[in-house]
């Protein structure tokens, strides 16, 4: 639990799916950098941060001013047992669900130096009150509680001066950093002029693509795309037609989204319901609205499986 929403366990999550591909029958794993893409059907779904190499070859598919980019960062995280507590305390986000976060205090006066230090420190080259006046929130990173997350604090400052500033803050002052915070740079598929709505590329459709690269953004998103290529690219070596999920399902108005020539200036794009066509009757409340454009998509995605299923 994190506040009002899920914290992951990276490590373990991250172990949990690579020993389920590995034990499965149907999938074998090759390691090693792929630099080339291989021929016949293939799906690549190599993240935003993929390889130089393979990132040269994509560019020379798909031409010049096709690969788009944009900087994220990922904040320090931190070890609980390193922590002053004296100076911090559980509580919740926005005083909202369980007492999740970790709040580290500082006075109007550690605020003030611990502001001047930020302004004033050296960053690295990239490739953004209450009695106590402020505070940190570290959440949870992992499920046995050992490491926190700095909440808010990517940041490109050179490490050094990320322990030098950070130790300001008194909960801190001897903090233990399992990683600093690192910028780095994401790229992604000018999709809507490459991709169709199962995720193939338009010119050489025996290419598909998922997850980040496509310009879909989130675990879920990602996961959610690459179903689809998945399951469009198993019924097409069948001969089977497409399972065309509609725009009224989240899976299919995000590729419908994604593939849309019409989006002008294309960035990455979370589901959401603004992209997901309006129910066509008036619907009282946000949260009843939703609940209503929810309950069809799942009721058209039952009748689409039964359909498939015949």
Known sequence: ????????????????????????????????????????????????????????????????????????????????DSLDMEHAWFASRYEKGTADYINCALSQEEYHAFWEALCTAEEAEVHGFEDKYAV??????????????????????????????????????????????????????????????????KKEPRIAFAGQMTGVEGYVESTASGFLAAVELARRLRGLPPADFPQETAIGALALYVSNETVAHFQPMNINFGIIPPLGYRVKGKRNKNAALSQRSLEIIEARKAELLR
């Open 136 to 201: 940190v929130q570290l959440r949870r990173d992992n499920a046995e509680g050992s490491i926190y997350n700095l909440v808010g604090f990517q940041t490109h400052l050179k490490f050094p001066e990320q322990r030098r500033v950070f130790s300001l803050i008194p909960a801190l002052k001897n903090a233990e950093y399992v990683r600093y915070g690192v910028m780095h740079r994401n790229t992604y598929l000018d999709s809507p002029r490459l991709l169709d709505r199962y995720y193939r590329l």
């Open 1 to 80: 639990p994190a506040g009002g929403a899920l914290a992951v366990d990276r490590e373990g999550f991250s172990a949990y799916v690579t020993e389920k591909i590995r034990r499965h029958p149907s999938i074998t794993v090759v390691e090693g950098e792929a630099v080339e893409l291989p021929p016949g059907e293939v799906i690549v779904a190599t993240g935003p941060l993929t390889s130089d190499a393979m990132a040269d070859r994509l560019a020379a598919l798909f031409g010049e001013g096709t690969t788009l980019n944009f900087f994220d960062a990922a904040a320090p995280l931190v070890t609980f």
